[in-house]
């Protein structure tokens, strides 16, 4: 599974993306944070507070209780400020 | 019509104005960075791929709600300075009230539903611009 992240996340994670291969008892987007949190610091730092945190699976935007379940690319950022 | 530009190219409005210029109606909406608090530059982040499709969407979504004639989103990204303009909304329709609400809603759920982020410099320092609770409350009124 490809990882992306984006602005701030980004920074304190420390790279834009990264493979992973989870768990099979990883099934969430907030379960997947846990579990990056709990193997690294850099990660446990970026992902510090999830209601700070958004996600998108295969690019489409979702809430972090969404499932991962055959995703092949999850992203993970702060709440978008463009425009 | 719909056209989706996300680039570091500069806006060109007129160019823009006249791609849309298809029927009865033109509106829209030209976004330039502000230089509050001093902020001297102003960088754009997106996510490659997924921020085109986003805007596809909307203005797919617009074009269908208000049976708009044409749709256009260019948004900038990388470094920008203010009075630079960021972005660029604009609509085309038979008559002026599609041609504007369509144009509304199109930067409102722009600031919602396309994944960019801004990261400001002021007195050399940068920090990433926080999003404000406004923007939400300003897309939701379209649902």
């Not at chain 1, 958004?54 to 999850?74: K, P, T, Y």
């Not at chain 2, 806006?11 to 509050?36: H, K, M, N, Q």
């Amino acid at each position: 599974m490809r990882l992306l992240y984006f602005a701030w996340v980004r920074e304190r994670v420390g790279v834009g993306e990264e493979e992973v291969s989870p768990p099979a008892s990883v099934t969430t987007v907030a379960e997947l944070v846990a579990w990056l949190a709990a193997a690294s610091e850099r990660h446990a730092a970026a992902f510090a507070e999830p209601a700070r945190l958004r996600a998108a699976v295969d690019q489409a935007f979702v809430s972090l209780d969404a499932s991962i379940a055959g995703a092949r690319e999850v992203a993970i950022f702060p709440p978008v400020t463009g425009g | 019509m719909i056209r989706v530009a996300v680039s570091p190219a500069v806006i060109d409005v007129a160019a823009e104005l006249e791609v849309l210029e298809r029927d009865g109606a033109v509106a829209s909406f030209t976004g330039l960075v502000r230089g509050d608090d001093g902020v001297a530059t102003l960088e754009l982040e997106h996510y490659p791929g997924a921020t085109e499709a986003a805007l596809e969407r909307l203005a797919a979504a617009a074009s269908a709600r208000w049976s708009l004639t044409a749709a256009t989103i260019v948004h900038r990204i990388g470094a920008m300075a203010p009075g630079e303009r960021i972005v660029f909304v604009g609509t085309c329709a038979p008559h002026r009230c599609a041609a504007l609400e369509a144009c509304a809603y199109l930067i409102d759920r722009l600031k919602t539903d396309a994944p960019f982020w801004k990261r400001e410099t002021v007195n050399g320092a940068s920090r990433w611009v926080e999003a404000r609770d406004g923007d939400g409350e300003a897309a939701a009124r379209w649902e």
